[in-house]
């Protein structure tokens, strides 16, 4: 009997993660923007009534991570101001002190009710090209404040029922550059989320719903387990890392401090970001979310056996980031380049710490940055990041032209760009040369011009 509960839960587990996989499949065929069609800037999950993730396609880390705090805050917010949330209701926001990313991250939640009973969320965050805001692409170099960087949303009905919130799509509709683009994204992330629920209620009526609850529990228990056995295999201990970023405010001289201290102990992981900079007046201070998810990320990385992505694992990396920090910055503090740059100096403090300890699981330095392109005109707004080199690692080469650690979006061709927008590129090509060099080397970056 006991070894049919295993394997009821492992298909359980699996089914899941295909779903999820599913929805992102949907929300990128489905989308008008180049930045999620071609670069897949977009993730999908799928939670329990507690916020715990049962599953996530293989997406964004930044997004993924952060999905936790989104939905925990979303929730504290509704309940906060009376909404309550019903069967075909979904709820949208982009408001990065309670979503947990930047305001081009647009998340979009959806419950799921069983015969009458909530079951589970479906989620999703997709990266909107343009939202608003004093720049083209709404991530700003000189932003002091959250309100320079566009539109900030918070928790609203966009379905009420089942029907659209007119008056609340034309708000958002009326503050982005371009409107049609915003309109078809939304009805991607919609059906993606129509997806997870037709296929939630599928798998329910397969396996009955007192068998699906049992199977979710006895699978997270599974990977706590096995993430358990990881740490084992870490030496206990307490290590300290830190790292500099630079931010664009004409207002500071001196680079931003991000550090670190990582406890390993106990069969979990603390990390303590006491030590780290206050908020600064610029756009490179991160939220929650951020840190929580490249936190998660980094740890993650440096198992050595596959152990499931679900709250098994999240719930064993515990996060103190103090209030006011660059790590966790508070309203009205611009965070646009927190997902984007910061998180990755995030990642190399840990790094950096564990190298210490692991340094034959942990990799070299690779680019470290998103690499963020903004352009636009009247009408338009372009948006890209471009990849560079992963570092080398112990007994392999690091990889030439990739995006690293916290975000894993594809390279946008630019035949598709060009037809997009009114741009013309004469160069795309390796960087040659440009890799660290070493017995096991780095990889090389990449000329687009």
Partial sequence: MLRKRVLDAELVKYSLIYLAEEMGVALRRSAYSPNI???????????DVNSR?????EHIPVHLGSMPVGLRGIL???????IELKEGDVILSNDPYITGTHLNDVTVIQPVYYEGRLVVYVANKAHYSDVGGANPASISAEAEEIYQEGLLIPPV???SNGKVNREALSL?????????VALGDLHAQLAANLTGVKGIKKLIDRRGLRNFTEACEIFLEQTAEDTGAEYRSMPEGEYYGEDFLESASELLDNPVRIAVKVT???????LDFSASDTQVKGPVNTVYGVTVAASTFAVRTLFRKQVSINDGFYMTVKVYAPEGSVVNATRPYPVSAGNVETSQRIVDAIYRALHKAMPDRVPAASCGS???IMI???GWAFYETIGGGYGGRTGKDGVDGVHVNMTNTMNTPIEMLEKYYPILFTTYKLRENSMGHGEYRGGCGIERA
């Fill in 172 to 180: 958002l509709l009326s503050n982005v550059r371009m409107p049609h």
């Fill in 376 to 378: 636009g005109g009247p």
């Fill in 53 to 57: 993730v049962l599953a996530q396609a």
């Fill in 76 to 82: 504290n917010y509704l309940d906060e101001n009376g």
């Fill in 37 to 47: 069609t071609e670069r897949a800037d977009h993730s999908c999950v799928i939670l």
């Fill in 264 to 270: 390993i102990e106990d069969e979990q992981v603390k």
């Fill in 370 to 372: 998103m690499n963020n």
């Fill in 157 to 159: 009905k966009i379905v």
